[in-house]
T-cell receptor
Framework: NAGVTQTPKFQVLKTGQSMTLQCAQDMNHEYMSWYRQDPGMGLRLIHYSVGAGITDQGEVPNGYNVSRSTTEDFPLRLLSAAPSQTSVYFC??????????????FGPGTRLTVL | EDQVTQSPEALRLQEGESSSLNCSYTVSGLRGLFWYRQDPGKGPEFLFTLYSAGEEKEKERLKATLTKKESFLHITAPKPEDSATYLCAVQDIRDDKIIFGKGTRLHILP
């Protein structure tokens, strides 16, 4: 199993450009999420999904779009990049089970710089 | 609104000097409270999930405990390899959202 994979590892964008951060998992997990991590701010939830076809907003969703057409993939789209979106982005996944809170498996992260 | 507050922000200990990290939380309904470890440049790595007040879990030199308002991560006789950022998170039973605290940066001096 590859676990949770993220591409690219590094990316530099200019203000106003758009791009998609890719996230895939091969563990058949229903639950997937995107976080951004900035110095001193911890992990902040952007969007999450409890299953294919279902997405919901997290703490900081503005400027980001997601979709979940398959169980395996959960791409994060930046429609018009801004310098405030410079951050490290982590994707995570876990299985879902009633009354339990399973661990999330995290990808290695994408380091994004917006000039 | 769900909230997770961790203290202290940073902690420096001598090797062998035991201490505790705190995580206080506000959530409408707790599905679970998580502890993760994060090394520089890497994604968080799972340590524990706690579900109800009074529950305790242990792993090597780490022990996590839970009350209705906070959780503690106790580190007994730490070693330099325990140096990392420790993150606390809660999952809300109402919407399954998982919210993290800002973390505690732990540095163990040899």
């Amino acid at each position: 199993n590859a676990g949770v994979t993220q591409t690219p590892k590094f990316q530099v964008l200019k203000t106003g450009q758009s791009m998609t951060l890719q996230c895939a998992q091969d563990m058949n997990h229903e639950y997937m999420s995107w976080y951004r991590q900035d110095p001193g701010m911890g992990l902040r939830l952007i969007h999450y999904s409890v299953g294919a076809g279902i997405t919901d907003q997290g703490e900081v969703p503005n400027g980001y779009n997601v979709s979940r057409s398959t169980t395996e993939d959960f791409p994060l789209r930046l429609l018009s990049a801004a310098p405030s979106q410079t951050s490290v982005y982590f994707c995570a996944s876990s299985y879902s089970q009633d009354r339990l809170a399973p661990e999330q498996f995290f990808g290695p992260g994408t380091r994004l710089t917006v000039l | 609104e769900d909230q997770v507050t961790q203290s202290p922000e940073a902690l420096r200990l001598q090797e062998g000097e035991s201490s505790s990290l705190n995580c206080s939380y506000t959530v409408s309904g707790l599905r679970g409270l998580f502890w993760y470890r994060q090394d520089p440049g890497k994604g968080p790595e799972f340590l524990f999930t706690l579900y109800s007040a009074g529950e305790e879990k242990e792993k090597e030199r780490l022990k996590a405990t839970l009350t209705k308002k906070e959780s503690f991560l106790h580190i007994t006789a730490p070693k330099p390899e325990d140096s990392a950022t420790y993150l606390c998170a809660v999952q809300d039973i109402r919407d399954d959202k998982i919210i993290f605290g800002k973390g505690t940066r732990l540095h163990i001096l040899p």
